[in-house]
């Protein structure tokens, strides 16, 4: 397991304007810049869940923006129909892709964390911000849109579990895509799931791609 790193480190990558129609094979993350900053205990499974919900809570900037943000993401889920719709309204699903898993979760960035709702499914790793960003557009003047992200399950090179070393109750989970941008999802009230969908999804991509592969040769022999 690695460790969640307490300083910052020096690499930082920009993502300055929106990309809503990005091809289903590229890395997307909308809005200003991301950094790439480079054990829960078994007894007492009520206080470690405890223990999440609080630190899901204190990474907001105040309870009142944390609040706000969750009415905010709640009637969205209430409008569409639950997160499966959002999910596919925001990002778009394929015919047989599913989702496995949405977790309101937080992703590291330069501002700080931001809370959101992180999707899995079958075809790709995505984070919807509860609340819309302030950042600057092309043009160089301020904008508001939701910050997301969108990693194909195919781009993934490597999936990590970390935690932070002065506190082992903080666990991260690390994506490292294959140009070797690195994601970090943290504050998560199921984390064991999360990681579990997360791998799965990642397992079921591998296989189907061996699928494809295994039918692409007998083919071949074939003709």
């Known amino acids: ?38 054990k829960e205990n078994d007894t007492g499974k009520s206080s470690s869940f405890t223990c999440r919900i609080h630190d899901h809570v204190k990474m907001g900037p105040n309870l009142s923006e944390i609040l706000k943000g969750k009415l905010s993401l709640g009637a969205r889920i209430i409008q569409e129909g639950g997160r499966g719709n959002i999910f596919k309204n925001v990002f778009g699903m394929q015919e047989k892709e599913q989702l496995l898993k949405a977790s309101q979760c937080y992703l590291y960035t330069t ?26 557009s092309v043009t160089g003047e301020l904008a508001r849109a939701p910050y997301k992200v969108l990693i194909p399950i195919g781009r993934i090179k490597e999936v990590n579990e970390s935690q932070n070393v002065n506190n082992v109750e903080q666990k991260y989970i690390e994506i490292v895509t294959e140009d070797d941008s690195e994601f970090w999802f943290l504050g998560f009230l199921r ?20 699928e494809k592969i295994h039918h692409g040769c007998v083919h071949c022999e074939k003709w």
Do not use: C, W
């Open 191 to 210: 984390f064991e799931k999360a990681l579990k969908n997360l791998n799965k999804a990642i397992s079921m991509s591998n296989h189907y791609q061996k």
């Open 111 to 136: 501002a700080g964390p931001i809370a959101g709702v992180l999707f899995i499914s079958t075809e790709k790793v995505a984070f919807y911000s509860e609340r819309p960003i302030t950042f600057s």
């Open 1 to 38: 397991m690695k460790s969640f790193p307490t300083t910052s480190p020096g690499r930082f990558i920009s993502f300055p304007h929106l990309d809503d129609d990005l091809p289903q094979n590229q890395i997307s993350v909308d809005s200003y810049s991301f950094i790439s900053k480079g």
